[in-house]
């Protein structure tokens, strides 16, 4: 019984990114940075495995928003030089924009 769980462990901790494997021990990276920066997002297209955390860093000079069109999440007004960063579990395809200027939109997709 305690290998079963040992091994379930082990599994889990090697499990697969999207990310190329880092050639040092570190863990593997699930973590993804986007910029909003000169009125857009940089990517404005991603793609990442389920469990991944996006760090939105507002990078310009204005405010932004980071908010799911579908009511997900609203990451409030994030003034130059701020972040947020959401873990997104659930696969599916997100639309991404800002409240304040809504011709800023990044697809986002979640799985494969
Ligand atoms: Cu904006």
Redesign the pocket.
């Given at each position: 019984m305690k290998y079963g769980v040992l091994l379930a462990l082990l599994l889990m901790a090697c499990a697969p990114t999207t990310t190329a494997p880092s050639p040092t021990a570190t863990p593997p990276v699930t973590q993804v940075q986007v910029a909003?920066v000169d009125?857009e997002f940089r990517p404005a297209t991603l793609q990442i495995a389920p469990g991944t955390t996006v760090v939105f860093k507002n990078q310009g000079q204005?405010?932004?928003?980071v908010t799911d069109g579908a009511g997900r999440f609203d990451s409030g007004n994030l003034a130059p030089g701020a972040e947020f960063r959401y873990t997104f579990q659930a696969p599916g395809a997100y639309q991404i924009y800002?409240?304040?200027?809504p011709y800023?939109t990044l697809s986002l997709q979640v799985g494969p």
């Amino acid at each position: 019984m305690k290998y079963g769980v040992l091994l379930a462990l082990l599994l889990m901790a090697c499990a697969p990114t999207t990310t190329a494997p880092s050639p040092t021990a570190t863990p593997p990276v699930t973590q993804v940075q986007v910029a909003l920066v000169d009125f857009e997002f940089r990517p404005a297209t991603l793609q990442i495995a389920p469990g991944t955390t996006v760090v939105f860093k507002n990078q310009g000079q204005a405010p932004h928003t980071v908010t799911d069109g579908a009511g997900r999440f609203d990451s409030g007004n994030l003034a130059p030089g701020a972040e947020f960063r959401y873990t997104f579990q659930a696969p599916g395809a997100y639309q991404i924009y800002c409240k304040i200027h809504p011709y800023m939109t990044l697809s986002l997709q979640v799985g494969p």
